[in-house]
């Protein structure tokens, strides 16, 4: 824990865009492992949001977001990214990313870091 640092968030419109992204601090590299996106919404529980595999570069999403938001990887710059698009009220949450070794669906086998969050409203 504390080798992940995620930004981007703030308060945007419903439908509405931001780019969330996922940055490893020195001398840890995203390229090794998985890399999924959680949120977690006022009094609810943490849920599954995205996925992306470290060695085939596959990506699974919740059935909610699918069509809005798209995980991406950027090696040259250590960087996962998380577009959202088409945002809606319900995707207020603080997002985290988190590194692990197998993405099963939007859930993570072997986690071992993640970050501290980085808050999302969407509000008018």
């Known amino acids: 824990q504390g080798q992940l640092v995620e930004s981007g968030g703030g308060l945007v419109q419903p439908g509405g865009s931001l780019r969330l992204a996922c940055a490893a601090a020195s001398g840890f590299t995203l390229n090794y492992v998985a890399i999924y996106w959680f949120r977690q919404a006022p009094g609810k529980e943490r849920e599954g949001v995205s996925c992306?595999?470290?060695?085939?570069?596959?990506?699974y999403y919740r059935d909610s977001v699918k069509g809005r938001f798209t995980i991406s990887r950027d090696n040259a710059k250590n960087t996962v990214y998380l577009q959202m698009n088409s945002l809606k009220p319900e995707d207020t949450a603080v997002y985290y990313c988190a590194a692990g070794s197998i993405c099963l669906g939007t859930d993570l086998v072997g986690v071992h870091d993640w970050g501290k969050g980085t808050l999302v409203t969407v509000s008018s």
């Open positions: 992306i595999s470290k060695s085939d570069g596959r990506t």
